[in-house]
């Protein structure tokens, strides 16, 4: 049987790192991500880029899928910039940090989710996931670039819900319940922090399985809330 084939963002790290240990004994993975991620596994094909440059990055893909006249079937987008390691306040916010929030937060998804959406499309049925954050749906003190981006994120993604009710393409996001223990979330911690009530990336991988197997059937438009 032939193996759906999967867009990852963020593939590397965290939870876009969790989900790729999770799916790429189903699908075929193509796997974004500055680093190589540790992944030894034949279904893993790996697209070096930064997400701060997206369209080098769509190029990229749709070469592959096209040089190997590959169906696509989902993408998932797991990569995140917090912008500072520290919060502070507003007026401390440098525009470098905005810049690089919005363009990797929001930008990349546009970019990627615009070029991509056509060969979605093609298919009987095919999904979008991205994670979105409560930083975006409530206040975010000492955190409010890094909320309007989130805030952008989620516009896009239920407006894009929304647009494509009628579609064979299910968009659903996908929130964490509480904090969840990353690469980024430990650089902004002290180093002797006890991450007591904090859940693990893992948390991530049945979710993001089921989703894979019925391709979204039935939940586009959904916020699913992971714990």
């Given at each position: 049987?032939?193996?759906?084939?999967?867009?990852?963002?963020?593939?590397?790290?965290?939870?876009?790192?969790?989900?790729?240990?999770?799916?790429?004994?189903?699908?075929?993975?193509?796997?974004?991500?500055?680093?190589?991620?540790?992944?030894?596994?034949?279904?893993?094909?790996?697209?070096?880029?930064?997400?701060?440059?997206?369209?080098?990055?769509?190029?990229?893909?749709?070469?592959?899928?096209?040089?190997?006249?590959?169906?696509?079937?989902?993408?998932?987008?797991?990569?995140?910039?917090?912008?500072?390691?520290?919060?502070?306040?507003?007026?401390?916010?440098?525009?470098?940090?905005?810049?690089?929030?919005?363009?990797?937060?929001?930008?990349?998804?546009?970019?990627?989710?615009?070029?991509?959406?056509?060969?979605l499309s093609r298919r009987r049925r095919a999904f979008i996931v991205a994670l979105t954050s409560d930083a975006?749906?409530?206040?975010?003190?000492?955190?409010?670039?890094?909320?309007?981006?989130?805030a952008a994120s989620y516009a896009l993604f239920a407006g894009l819900a929304a647009e494509l009710s009628a579609?064979?393409?299910?968009?659903?996001?996908?929130?964490?319940?509480?904090?969840?223990?990353?690469?980024?979330?430990?650089?902004?911690?002290?180093?002797?922090?006890?991450?007591?009530?904090?859940?693990?990336?893992?948390?991530?991988?049945?979710?993001?399985?089921?989703?894979?197997?019925?391709?979204?059937?039935?939940?586009?438009?959904?916020?699913?809330?992971?714990?």
């Amino acid at each position: 049987m032939t193996l759906p084939t999967v867009v990852l963002t963020g593939a590397s790290a965290g939870i876009g790192f969790a989900t790729l240990e999770a799916l790429e004994s189903e699908a075929r993975v193509i796997a974004v991500s500055r680093t190589r991620p540790a992944s030894s596994h034949a279904n893993c094909v790996w697209v070096q880029g930064d997400l701060r440059a997206p369209e080098a990055i769509a190029c990229s893909i749709v070469g592959l899928l096209q040089s190997n006249d590959e169906p696509l079937d989902g993408i998932i987008h797991c990569a995140v910039s917090y912008g500072s390691d520290q919060r502070h306040p507003f007026v401390e916010t440098r525009e470098a940090e905005w810049d690089e929030l919005m363009d990797v937060n929001v930008r990349s998804q546009f970019i990627l989710t615009q070029r991509l959406l056509p060969l979605l499309s093609r298919r009987r049925r095919a999904f979008i996931v991205a994670l979105t954050s409560d930083a975006g749906t409530q206040p975010a003190p000492e955190r409010i670039a890094y909320g309007c981006s989130k805030a952008a994120s989620y516009a896009l993604f239920a407006g894009l819900a929304a647009e494509l009710s009628a579609s064979s393409v299910s968009v659903i996001q996908m929130m964490p319940a509480g904090q969840v223990v990353t690469r980024g979330m430990r650089r902004r911690r002290p180093a002797d922090f006890a991450f007591v009530g904090y859940s693990p990336p893992e948390i991530f991988r049945e979710p993001m399985l089921r989703i894979l197997r019925n391709r979204g059937e039935g939940l586009n438009g959904a916020c699913l809330v992971v714990q």
